[in-house]
């Protein structure tokens, strides 16, 4: 069964690193999606995109982060310069078309730790 | 933003008990999911509701789409040890032609005794 892939599945940085989490949607899937988690809490959504742009961002999703979809397979999230508050489980998840009955499916997530 | 109550937050069970969870929201949302996590992965869909009243079974899980839009139950019935885990609900208001995206509720840690 087709499923949502995360490289890497644990990264440690250090408080002003920039890091680039990735994500392989799966394939004929349109919509993606940036869900974090930071440990004991809820997912919180960060940002939805379509056809090579945003379709909404959270109020989390500020001046650092951005997202890219560099190529017909990755989708990619950038954190410009960490803070020790991005420390959380980062999920990509996708949709196939975006109405009706299609839900998200969520990838095993990365592990972002900033020291 | 939405707020989604998630209730119990964790509940300590004997195998072959059933299981009651809950959730309501402060708005009404199209769609009603119920998400499992285990440590260390990603949620896995269990059940979608799309339909206000919708009652829809997955094997042991059933799980229903409140009258009102507003809130959502999951049942699992002779429950056993792999049933371990914490349970999301997550609601959407889709908007046009955009899926909204997910509000998810904070979990309910389920665990069973054997």
């Known amino acids: 069964e087709p499923e949502v892939t995360q490289t890497p599945s644990h990264q440690v940085t250090q408080m002003g690193q920039e890091v680039i989490l990735r994500c392989v949607p799966i394939?004929?899937?349109?919509?993606f999606y940036w869900y974090r988690q930071i440990l004991g809490q809820k997912v919180e959504f960060l940002v939805s995109?379509?056809?090579?742009?945003?379709?909404?961002k959270s109020e989390i999703f500020d001046d650092q982060f951005s997202v890219e979809r560099p190529d017909g397979s990755n989708f990619t999230l950038k954190i410009r310069s960490t803070k020790l508050e991005d420390s959380a489980m980062y999920f990509c998840?996708?949709?196939?078309?975006?109405?009706?009955?299609?839900?998200?499916?969520f990838g095993p997530g990365t592990r972002l730790t900033v020291l | 933003g939405q707020q989604l109550n998630q209730s119990p937050q964790s509940m300590f069970i004997q195998e072959g008990e059933d299981v009651s969870m809950n959730c309501t929201s402060s708005?009404?949302?199209?769609?009603w999911l119920w998400y499992k996590q285990d440590p260390g992965e990603g949620p896995v869909l269990l059940i979608a509701?799309?339909?206000?009243?919708e009652l829809t079974s997955n094997g042991r899980l059933t799980a229903q789409f409140g009258i009102t839009r507003k809130d959502s139950f999951l049942n699992i019935s002779a429950s056993i040890p792999s049933d371990v885990g914490i349970y999301f609900c997550?609601?959407?208001?889709?908007?046009?032609?955009?899926?909204?995206?997910?509000?998810f509720g904070r979990g309910t840690q389920l665990t069973v005794w054997p």
């Open positions: 998840a996708s949709t196939p078309r975006g109405g009706g009955h299609d839900t998200q499916y």
């Open positions: 394939s004929n899937h349109l919509y």
């Open positions: 995109f379509y056809n090579n742009e945003i379709s909404e």
């Open positions: 708005s009404i949302f199209n769609t």
């Open positions: 509701l799309y339909k206000a009243g």
């Open positions: 997550a609601g959407r208001s889709d908007r046009g032609s955009t899926l909204g995206r997910l509000y």
